[in-house]
């Protein structure tokens, strides 16, 4: 059979153009097709991403602004929120109250002093820190009334009060122990950190250590003289920068929760990372939100700023701190036994967030 090329030829002219359409029809059903196939591609990824274990918790802090600053940020620039947490920000009078409250799970995690949980560990409770929160090293004063105290061994004999449990008493021991004073010369009283100001302004004590902004105020509305911080002297004739004593407020949590809680833990020291470089950039407006919360007048904020570093690193710094701290508190009885540190700090929920952040080893 022979094929009539010019007719043929002549059929496809026509049929040519209704072939393209539906060559381009198949192309962009198949494109369509890849797309559609491809999408999921992506979404792995988000649905990949943890689930929070819990969604909503409370957080303790002290109510000073070496303890609270990074929550503070963190829910007033709703960094928690964008984490897909609801945080219920708790303040309590001292670091002491907030390892309580950590200790009977009435909240989750707590900023609080390095020496409550250590004392709290040595003791046999499960609590572990899970980052830095600031150094705070700069803010322990020793105020004193100058007519009656001019240098430290002038304390002997004199009333000297000091938060139990806490920073305060550490720096008040750790003074002692520089200047060679016999602490039983010493009438020392254990108040609270709200009942210090007013026993100074009436004259009941003659000194008192503790953080700040409670020194400031001794020192403009009672009076007082800043005589000795934990990094600067003001001992006449021994004036400048010293290291004297090293403190830090820690992010602590019971270890039940933390087990329990993983990705949760993760979100929270997420939120807080983004609140460690507010600060920093933000100073001024951080120092207001503070300020707000606290009900301290933003000046005082501001100053205290300078003397603090915020930041979450787990650095051998802090852990030699910490372990002198522990001994220091053996030494003073105030502790039966050292805690073991590579428990006590947990680093793996930090490392996950940012492996930059932890350089210690344990």
């Known amino acids: 059979m022979q094929i009539n090329t010019q007719r043929f030829t002549q059929r496809f002219k026509r049929l040519t153009p209704h072939l393209l359409l539906v060559l381009v029809v198949f192309v962009a059903a198949a494109c369509g097709q890849t797309k559609q196939a491809a999408a999921p591609s992506s979404s792995p990824t988000a649905a990949a991403a943890p689930k929070l274990e819990t969604t909503a918790l409370t957080i ?21 929120q964008k984490e897909g947490l609801t945080v219920d920000l708790k303040l309590f009078a001292a670091g002491p109250d907030v390892v309580s409250a950590i200790a009977s799970k009435s909240i989750q ?20 820190a899970i980052a830095q929160h600031s150094d705070i090293s700069g803010v322990q004063t020793l105020v004193v009334y100058p007519d009656k105290i001019k240098k430290p061994a002038d304390l002997k004999g004199k009333k000297v009060a000091y938060v139990s449990g806490t920073a305060s008493e550490a720096f008040f021991l750790k003074i002692v122990e520089k200047y060679g004073i016999d602490v039983g010369s010493i009438q020392a009283y254990k108040v ?17 250590v503790i953080w700040q902004p409670i020194a400031a105020k001794g020192v403009k509305e009672a009076g007082g003289l800043q005589l000795l911080t934990a990094t600067q002297s003001y001992v006449p004739g021994e004036e400048g920068p010293q290291a004297l004593f090293a403190s830090y407020s820690l992010l602590v949590g019971h270890k039940d929760f933390l087990d329990k809680n993983p990705e949760t833990t993760k979100a929270i020291l997420r939120a807080l990372r983004q609140a460690a470089a507010y600060i920093k ?13 606290l009900d301290t007048e933003v000046d ?9 570093k915020y930041a979450l690193d787990i650095t051998p710094q802090v852990v030699d701190s ?16 050292v805690p073991d540190l590579k428990e006590f700090i947990q680093t793996s929920y930090l490392k996950a967030v940012d492996p930059a952040l932890v350089t210690w080893t344990p």
């Open 60 to 80: 303790g802090s002290g109510r000073d602004p070496q303890l609270s600053p990074l929550l503070i940020i963190a829910k007033e620039q709703g960094y928690f």
């Open 109 to 128: 995690l707590g900023s609080t002093g390095d020496i409550p949980p250590l004392i709290a560990k040595a003791s046999g409770l499960p609590l572990q």
């Open 192 to 208: 609270g950190p709200t009942e210090i100001l007013p026993a100074f302004q009436k004259k009941d004590i003659d000194a008192f």
């Open 281 to 293: 950039s933000n100073p001024d407006e951080s120092a207001a939100y503070v300020s707000k919360t």
């Open 300 to 308: 005082s904020i501001k100053s205290i700023f300078k003397l603090n």
């Open 322 to 337: 910490l372990a002198s701290i522990s001994n220091f508190l053996l030494k003073n009885e105030k502790i039966k036994a």
